[in-house]
């Protein structure tokens, strides 16, 4: 009764590039749509992610690429608060496998438990017709359901409070 149950994983399917802490990325939509898969995260939790764009991406979506024009986040009625640009630097990177990205950084909140998605669109500062619609999806853990292992480049960079109630020292109207 008294055993010890060990669990033993194979190196190959450990390394393989489903189950390595690489950020996935996709891009699909005749090459307008890039959908970023940053695994799982922990709910209000704010982040900061290093994300390595493909050219390629935005060489599908119309961008002339090699100019160093800039890149910004095309202005909507509502922005989105939950998930903003930071940088995106017009300077283009080879990682050791010799492809070339952009290193961009997306402050991100983990606002809501579950499946999560979050939506900026990202379009030259000269020209505002061709657009990179970019979706970040993250699976968030509730509170008591675990810490997850951060993906390369996701840095935590605060915990918001669960409740507002707790920060308040409001004790209500008083009686009359």
């Known amino acids: 009764m008294g055993e010890e149950h060990h669990v033993h994983f194979d190196a190959a399917v450990i390394n393989d590039e489903l189950h390595d802490n690489t ?18 995260l922990q709910i209000k939790h704010r982040y900061r992610l290093e994300l390595n764009i493909p050219v390629n991406a935005l060489a599908e979506a119309g961008f002339d690429v090699g100019s160093n024009k800039s890149f910004i986040v095309e202005e909507k009625a509502i922005p989105n608060i939950n998930c903003k640009l930071l940088t995106f630097p017009t300077n283009i ?84």
């Not at 990325?25 to 799982?40: A, C, N």
Request: net charge negative.
């Open 93 to 176: 990177l080879t990682d050791r496998d010799g492809k070339q990205h952009y290193t961009v950084e997306v402050e991100f909140f983990a606002h809501k438990e579950k499946l999560l998605k979050e939506h900026l669109e990202v379009c030259g500062s000269e020209d505002h017709d061709r657009k990179l619609h970019l979706t970040f999806v993250a699976r968030v853990l509730g509170r008591g359901k675990g810490t997850p292992m951060l993906r390369d480049g996701i840095h935590l960079i605060s915990v918001e409070d669960n409740e507002e109630s707790e920060l308040s020292d409001w004790q209500g109207f008083p009686a009359k």
């Open 23 to 40: 950020v996935i990325y996709q891009i699909s939509g005749e090459g307008k749509q890039l959908t970023v898969h940053l695994g799982f």
